[in-house]
């Protein structure tokens, strides 16, 4: 299958090919668990509310979701974008292989990374570097940064991985995906933290003569947004974007049994925009859950979410 799209435009040579399967840390520590646990005492047995906590923590949801998108292209109609967002890598990122597997199902037609793949505790991109060349060789990629990487040591190395695995990292930069005579323009911004933290960034993401958000005349065109914070979405959907794909609100942290989040940086308590679809203006923003954590080590009610946002024409 190819994808006639030109956003590799930052890689390497061309995606590389990976043939056999992924590393599989929770089969390893798996093995480890079973020598130490042939006769578990009674106590030792994890309780419910322990258990509940282990498959809130350690098992990905992968939710797919509609958006309706006002005149789409016929072509991108059912075309399904894959939403990786907020790993914060720590030694090794145990979800890998199962969001890998949720991925391969999937068969997304793009894979979207949404920052904050690492932050400043990670130690290491290395255990990263696999699990992006394997999704880079499902469909084609595209990555933004989230605030925490800016403060990253290993951020060049994180650049260095995308480029090398043919992902196009957009950093206020846009490309272009085409399927017969339509044209998705996806657009990836900065996030603000660089420009506050004065790290290269000379002007604040989005601002008026931006290039990539500046608006421009073109038949059977749509513009998608990839934005790291979901809060900062709105001040961009005056500019004519169908869709707004962010992370980094981690479903507020913990989530009450109906859905509300409690805490989000950026948005204080009971945060608004945390997890699943909401309107825009016109158009659609997509927030997901996020696959790690960052300062609230535990999850509740907030398993770790994969979204594939399917477009429908309207
Ligand atoms: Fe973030």
Same mark, same amino acid.
């Given at each position: 299958?190819?994808?006639?799209?030109?956003?590799?435009?930052?890689?390497?040579?061309?995606?590389?090919?990976?043939?056999?399967?992924?590393?599989?840390?929770?089969? +390893?520590? *798996?093995?480890?668990?079973?020598?130490?646990?042939?006769?578990?005492?009674?106590?030792?047995?994890?309780?419910? %509310?322990?258990?509940?906590?282990? $498959?809130?923590?350690?098992?990905?949801?992968?939710?797919?979701?509609?958006?309706?998108?006002?005149?789409?292209?016929?072509?991108?109609?059912?075309?399904?974008?894959?939403? +990786?967002?907020?790993?914060?890598?720590?030694?090794?990122?145990?979800?890998?292989?199962?969001?890998?597997?949720?991925?391969?199902?999937?068969?997304?037609?793009?894979?979207?990374?949404?920052?904050?793949?690492?932050?400043? *505790?990670?130690?290491?991109?290395?255990?990263?570097?696999?699990?992006?060349?394997?999704?880079?060789?499902?469909?084609?990629?595209?990555?933004?940064?989230?605030?925490?990487?800016?403060?990253?040591?290993?951020?060049?190395?994180?650049?260095?991985?995308?480029?090398?695995?043919?992902?196009? %990292?957009?950093?206020?930069? *846009?490309?272009?995906?085409?399927?017969?005579?339509?044209?998705?323009?996806?657009?990836?911004?900065?996030?603000? $933290?660089?420009?506050?933290?004065?790290?290269?960034?000379?002007?604040?993401?989005?601002?008026?003569?931006?290039?990539?958000?500046?608006?421009?005349?073109?038949?059977?065109?749509?513009?998608?947004?990839?934005?790291?914070?979901?809060?900062?979405?709105?001040?961009?959907?005056?500019?004519?974007?169908?869709?707004?794909?962010?992370?980094?609100?981690?479903?507020?942290? $913990?989530?009450?049994? $109906?859905?509300?989040?409690?805490? *989000?940086?950026?948005?204080?308590?009971?945060?608004?925009?945390?997890?699943?679809?909401?309107?825009?203006?016109?158009?659609?923003?997509?927030?997901?859950?996020?696959?790690?954590?960052?300062?609230?080590?535990?999850?509740?009610?907030?398993?770790?979410?994969?979204?594939?946002?399917? %477009?429908?024409?309207?």
């Amino acid at each position: 299958m190819t994808h006639p799209i030109d956003i590799k435009k930052h890689g390497a040579e061309g995606v590389v090919e990976i043939s056999g399967e992924l590393p599989s840390p929770n089969a +390893v520590r *798996s093995a480890n668990e079973s020598l130490t646990m042939d006769s578990p005492s009674p106590a030792a047995r994890p309780g419910l %509310l322990e258990r509940l906590l282990k $498959w809130q923590n350690g098992s990905v949801e992968a939710e797919e979701i509609a958006a309706r998108i006002l005149n789409l292209p016929l072509e991108f109609d059912g075309f399904r974008i894959a939403m +990786v967002s907020d790993i914060h890598l720590k030694s090794q990122f145990l979800l890998a292989d199962e969001v890998a597997t949720h991925l391969s199902r999937a068969k997304p037609d793009l894979i979207t990374i949404l920052g904050d793949a690492i932050d400043g *505790s990670t130690p290491s991109v290395d255990p990263l570097k696999e699990f992006i060349r394997f999704i880079a060789s499902l469909a084609p990629c595209a990555a933004i940064l989230g605030n925490n990487e800016y403060a990253s040591a290993y951020l060049p190395n994180l650049r260095a991985a995308y480029r090398d695995a043919g992902i196009a %990292l957009l950093e206020d930069q *846009s490309a272009r995906i085409t399927r017969g005579g339509a044209v998705m323009r996806l657009v990836g911004l900065q996030d603000p $933290w660089a420009y506050v933290s004065h790290l290269n960034v000379s002007r604040e993401p989005g601002m008026p003569n931006t290039e990539p958000i500046r608006p421009a005349a073109e038949p059977n065109r749509f513009d998608v947004l990839m934005i790291h914070r979901p809060h900062r979405a709105s001040r961009y959907g005056r500019q004519g974007y169908a869709l707004s794909l962010a992370g980094h609100a981690h479903g507020g942290q $913990w989530r009450l049994p $109906w859905g509300q989040g409690i805490f *989000s940086p950026g948005q204080g308590l009971f945060p608004k925009l945390t997890s699943g679809l909401y309107s825009l203006g016109d158009g659609q923003l997509v927030v997901s859950r996020g696959l790690g954590n960052h300062e609230f080590p535990i999850r509740i009610h907030n398993r770790p979410h994969l979204p594939i946002v399917r %477009l429908i024409r309207r």
